[in-house]
């Protein structure tokens, strides 16, 4: 595939399936904006693929995720593909997971979904284009 031109933001993209595919797209020629909470992380992988500077922040926040929106249309002038890699899970079982834990994950993968699609929808409508 060739994504030249075309600009992904992507959640969690310090490690994972986020790193992975942050680095595929930007081998496939397009740009990449790394998202994640982990700054050290994101930033080693943002040097090794030359996708600039990191945005480091909480998709559990809705106002973090409008900046990391805002950010990509600073740097690229669009934003194409939004890819919500990020995730956490508590290893434990049921019995085991407090209160807290449960909406720790439900803030950040379910909301952080919607907080994250949700700010990159109305530029994309704008745009005519985006997944």
């Known amino acids: 595939m060739n994504f030249t031109g075309k600009t992904a933001l992507i959640t969690g993209a310090a490690s994972g399936m986020g790193a992975a595919t942050a680095r595929e797209f930007r081998a496939a020629g397009g740009q990449v904006v790394i998202v994640d909470r982990n700054e050290q992380l994101a930033a080693q992988v943002a040097g090794e693929i030359d996708a600039g500077l990191p945005v480091v922040g909480d998709v559990s926040d809705p106002a973090f995720c409008a900046h990391a929106v805002e950010t990509a249309l600073q740097r690229h ?23 807290e834990q449960w909406q720790r994950v439900m803030n950040v993968n379910v909301n952080g979904v919607f907080y994250m699609s949700r700010a990159a929808i109305g530029p994309m409508k704008q745009q005519g284009h985006g997944v």
């Open 77 to 99: 002038g669009r934003l194409d593909v939004l890819v919500n890699a990020a995730g956490i899970i508590v290893r434990a079982d049921a019995l085991g997971t407090t209160d």
